[in-house]
């Protein structure tokens, strides 16, 4: 199956960039997703990046896709203090496969 | 429904006692997952139900965790003979293969085993 990496840490002041990294070991799945969950919370599906694009913006959400190295990227402008929570990525295996997704990166926005 | 529905929200249970927890996908969806989270831990995945396709059992930790699918819509977790490692949050999420795949999670089942 599928391994997802995430680093398990993020520290940011409020205001600056957030880059959350993830790398996996397959490539044929057809989207790759991130995912955030806050405290007590289910997952909520943040945005989504389809495997032909290189990057993805959605206001202050940039995803980056190099399929070559096998690395996606969660960028996060003028991050705010409500923006901290865990963030996961996810992909699948192969289209009628199941979801395989990281240990989740958490974020802490200091004001 | 407008979204992902599991029940009940919060379960205690005795250690030994069996226990079902519910899911609702959303309307149409084909796919459905069942992942549990413990405190402080990422996603353990349990079980994928995929239309008519034999469920992906492969997370399961032991015989004591089954699950079913009526249909092709409600789904139901059962865990046998509770453990106290079986507390978690057990989330459900349901997915519609030719749209995007883009899986919707539940707000979770809290199973404590006292």
């Known amino acids: 199956g599928e391994d997802v990496e995430q680093s398990l840490f993020l520290s940011v002041r409020e205001g600056d960039s957030s880059v959350i990294n993830c790398t996996y070991t397959d490539s044929s799945s057809t989207y790759l997703y991130w995912y955030k969950q806050e405290p007590g919370a289910g997952l909520q599906l943040l945005t989504y990046i389809f495997s032909n694009m290189d990057m993805k913006q959605d206001q202050r959400l940039t995803v980056l896709l190099n399929k070559k190295d096998k690395h996606l990227s969660l960028r996060i402008a003028d991050t705010q203090t409500g923006d901290s929570a865990i963030y996961f990525c996810a992909l699948k295996g192969s289209t009628l496969g199941r979801l395989y997704f990281g240990r989740g990166t958490q974020l802490t926005v200091w004001p | 429904g407008a979204g992902v529905s599991q029940s009940p929200s919060n379960k205690v249970t005795e250690k030994g006692k069996d226990v079902e927890l519910r899911c609702d996908p959303i309307s149409g969806h084909t796919a459905l997952y069942w992942y549990r989270q413990s405190l402080g831990q990422g996603l353990e995945f349990l079980i994928y139900?995929?239309?008519?396709?034999?469920?992906?059992k492969s997370g399961l930790p032991s015989d004591r965790f089954s699950a079913e699918r009526t249909g092709g819509s409600v789904s139901t977790l059962t865990i046998q003979r509770t453990q106290q490692e079986d507390s978690a949050v057990y989330l459900c999420?349901?997915?519609?293969?030719?749209?995007?795949?883009?899986?919707?999670f539940g707000q979770g089942t809290r199973l404590t085993v006292v």
């Open positions: 999420a349901s997915s519609q293969t030719r749209d995007r795949d883009l899986a919707f």
């Open positions: 139900f995929q239309g008519n396709s034999a469920p992906d």
